[in-house]
């Protein structure tokens, strides 16, 4: 794997600041060891553990549609499978 | 960082190993482990006088031997890691006092493959991760906390959480510029430093 040269200060500056915001309402959905898990954005702890991912989305879709929110449903990998954004209408 | 807290990272380059590489090398870095990899080397350096240089410079060596088969009908098998597994033993046995501290893991896909292929191994610390990132961030953060007995370190499951959403803020900040091909495709130099930057702000929430 020869790669691709992507890295600039400016550009890992950028992506640090998606750590630091910890953004409200954005929620994770991950594989755990036998299970699925919900996740807070900048957080390391689960908010509620489920047996099934199809649970795990279900739960975080509800949180996330009460308010402005957006649920990432990650692969067993940890890749992207899909990004669903709530927006309230006023 | 000092050869306690280097680790010589010797894995497969392809691009099927990569989510695997990348998970390996972000678990060290979220433990404050320093990798070298022989990925990083520059063309202008002789690439086996680096490896023998991060061999003594690192405490830690990870060796990967799951591609020590033919992955593809017509493909070889490729040796350059276990003759480097080899060089990493010898200076673990025959080298001087700091390099007798040194601590090696031997990683593969299925639990006994290496047995069938290098059986001399038996003994060293061996073990396998099915081709699953998770359950190499598992494996490779149980062996370092086994290997450094006096420190409390961080659960795989908190390492695999901040995984998740590093992923997910490398992607959506690099989207708008880059397509998902260059962003799987960046060299692990890079995604090293990005996730160096993210972790430097992650772990201050």
């Known amino acids: 794997m020869k790669g691709k040269l992507i890295y600039t200060k400016q550009l890992g500056k950028s992506v640090a600041l998606q750590a630091q915001s910890a953004k409200m309402g954005k929620l994770h959905v991950i594989a755990g060891d036998s299970n699925w898990k919900v996740v807070s954005e900048g957080s390391v702890k689960a908010l509620r553990v489920f047996s099934t991912v199809e649970k795990a989305i279900d739960f975080a879709k509800n949180i996330a549609s009460a308010k402005t929110g957006e649920v990432v449903v990650h692969e067993g990998n940890g890749k992207i499978k899909s990004r669903i954004t709530y927006s309230l209408v006023k | ?205």
């Open chain 2, 1 to 205: 960082m000092g050869f306690n807290n280097n680790v010589f990272v010797n894995c497969p380059f392809d691009k099927e190993y990569s989510p695997l590489l990348k998970s390996l090398v972000f678990t060290l870095l979220y433990l404050e482990l320093e990798p070298f990899l022989s990925q990083t080397i520059s063309s202008s350096n002789i690439r086996i006088n680096q490896i023998k240089q991060y061999i003594r410079s690192c405490k830690f060596g990870i060796h990967d031997l799951s591609r020590n088969k033919a992955m593809k009908d017509g493909e070889l098998p490729r040796f350059n890691m276990p003759y480097e597994l080899g060089l990493d033993i010898g200076a673990s046995e025959y080298g001087n006092k700091t390099l007798r501290k040194k601590k090696i893991l031997i990683i593969d896909t299925e639990r006994y493959h290496y047995q069938k292929v290098l059986s001399d191994i038996a003994g060293q610390d061996i073990s396998n991760h099915n081709d699953d990132p998770k359950m190499l961030v598992k494996k490779v953060r149980n062996w370092i906390s086994t290997s450094t007995a006096s420190i409390a370190i961080a659960p795989h499951s908190e390492i695999w959480a901040a995984f998740n959403q590093f992923t997910d803020d490398l992607t959506s900040t690099l989207l708008p510029d880059y397509t998902p091909e260059d962003i799987d495709e960046m060299t692990i130099g890079d995604y090293i430093k990005f996730a160096k930057d993210w972790l430097s702000r992650f772990k201050k929430n």
